[in-house]
């Protein structure tokens, strides 16, 4: 029950760090402000309020007290008109007029209150109270023996403005402290966003050479240590394309000299089997030197996938295996055109070569494109579909053992699209044979 409780609150919850980190500042910010108006709303607010209240009741006994101790109507005219001038009250009588029994026009606000309390504790004499008719106004009837006296006093006298000022003062620095930290932690996250670029771009191949070490002493730090990762990488690629291409060279001339004396030998059952192995060699020798080369002199360039794959099924469609594509128009990525090339040239040829009908697909999905081949051959088991992509490796008992493969097809296609920051994947086709799904990154 725990468990979900706190699913359920993670799912509420920012996921990004700039979200979170603001969301660490403003929380108890928020907090802060609450905790604030409430002390200040229980503490100040309220007495401040209080205090007016009992101050302008004070003032209503005072005239009331005045007009008994003062009787006659001039002495009357002049308290009223003195209260009016001097406190601000203006007041009326209706003679022999009755206070009508009918409930309070009050809220239920805490002036309202504060305010029938005064009256009661120093008028001490029946009275009606309205304070929500009139916006400015608040109106107060007040039974007196010889009739009802009316005041009108103004809101104003009862309400201190300075809540109005703290709340917008409170308010107003919250939102500029908000700003602050908004702008401080967007500027915090920044490098480390880049670093992430920097990171996913690498993984797909591509080159970010603006990319520099910034922001706080923990993310520069990060940031040296995948430069120099990417460093040592690069450098093991370098050298291992450089040893590759070197050995395959060497490895030429020797085979060439090998097939210039088994050619001056007659034609033998066994000089053809020693013929045969060597034009395997020979060609396994031209795939790494192709491969080598492909990985250190070409550069990443934005290419319409489509096109690639329409040229590379056009020119196996020499052969007697049809082959159905279908594709969209047009599909834009930065991908090395010459590798990737390959890559697909191996995948159809295997296709081709132990199918009879193949399909090739290329579809959008969400962050990625994906490419499928299927046939309708004999199929991968599923338990050597990992082994397949291990270099000289080679299905012979599942499929013809005449194939002249070298069993770098598939590896070299999956070498070159994890270089792109794909992927490659066998499955079950349709077809019946397999299915090679190729994914790569937008």
């Not at 209260?83 to 029994?101: F, H, Q």
């Not at 023996?145 to 109005?164: H, K």
């Not at 962050?367 to 270099?391: H, M, N, T, Y």
């Amino acid at each position: 029950m725990k468990n979900e409780t706190m699913i359920k609150i993670k799912q509420f919850l920012p996921r990004s760090l700039f979200g979170r980190s603001v969301m660490i500042i403003v929380t108890p910010l928020v907090l802060l402000q609450v905790v604030s108006t409430w002390i200040f709303y229980d503490r100040h607010w309220a007495t401040i309020t209080r205090r007016l209240a009992s101050a302008v009741a004070g003032e209503i006994a005072s005239v009331i007290d005045n007009r008994h101790n003062f009787p006659g109507e001039k002495n009357q005219n002049w308290v009223f008109h003195s209260a009016g001038t001097n406190l601000g009250l203006k007041i009326k009588v209706r003679k022999d007029d009755i206070l009508p029994n009918y409930p309070q026009t009050t809220g239920s606000s805490t002036l309202d209150k504060l305010l029938g309390n005064a009256l009661r504790n120093q008028v001490r004499r029946p009275f009606h109270m309205d304070t929500i008719s009139h916006k400015k106004k608040v109106r107060i009837e007040v039974q007196l023996p010889d009739g009802v006296m009316d005041i009108i006093v103004d809101r104003e006298r009862l309400f201190s403005s300075t809540t109005y000022i703290f709340v917008m003062w409170m308010v107003g620095t919250s939102l500029l402290l908000f700003a602050i930290a908004t702008i401080f932690m967007r500027n915090q996250v920044r490098p480390i966003q880049r670093l992430a670029t920097a990171v996913d771009n690498f993984g797909k191949g591509r080159e970010d050479s603006d990319f520099n070490p910034e922001g706080s002493t923990e993310i520069r730090q990060a940031a040296a240590a995948f430069n120099l990762m990417r460093e040592r990488i690069q450098r093991t690629i370098t050298q291992r394309t450089e040893m590759l291409a070197g050995i395959s060279h060497d490895l030429r001339t020797p085979l060439t000299r090998m097939k210039l004396q088994l050619a001056m030998i007659g034609d033998t059952p066994e000089i053809a089997d020693l013929r045969s192995d060597v034009e395997e060699m020979e060609k396994m020798v031209e795939e790494y030197l192709a491969f080598a080369r492909g990985e250190s002199a070409e550069y990443i360039e934005t290419t319409n996938i489509a096109t690639i794959l329409r040229d590379v099924v056009n020119g196996l469609r020499l052969n007697e295996t049809p082959i159905t594509i279908t594709t969209t128009d047009r599909v834009f990525i930065p991908i090395k055109p010459n590798g990737f090339k390959r890559a697909i040239t191996n995948l159809i040829s295997n296709a081709v070569f132990y199918g009879q009908k193949v399909v090739v697909e290329l579809t959008e999905i969400p962050g990625a494109i994906q490419i499928s081949v299927d046939d309708d051959g004999p199929g991968i088991p599923l338990e050597e579909r990992e082994d397949v992509f291990k270099p000289f490796y080679r299905l012979d008992s599942a499929r013809s053992p005449d194939s002249g493969g070298s069993g770098l097809g598939l590896t070299i296609a999956r070498d070159v699209i994890r270089a792109h920051g794909g992927d490659l994947t066998i499955e079950d086709s349709p077809l019946g044979g397999a299915r090679i799904c190729m994914r790569l990154p937008i």
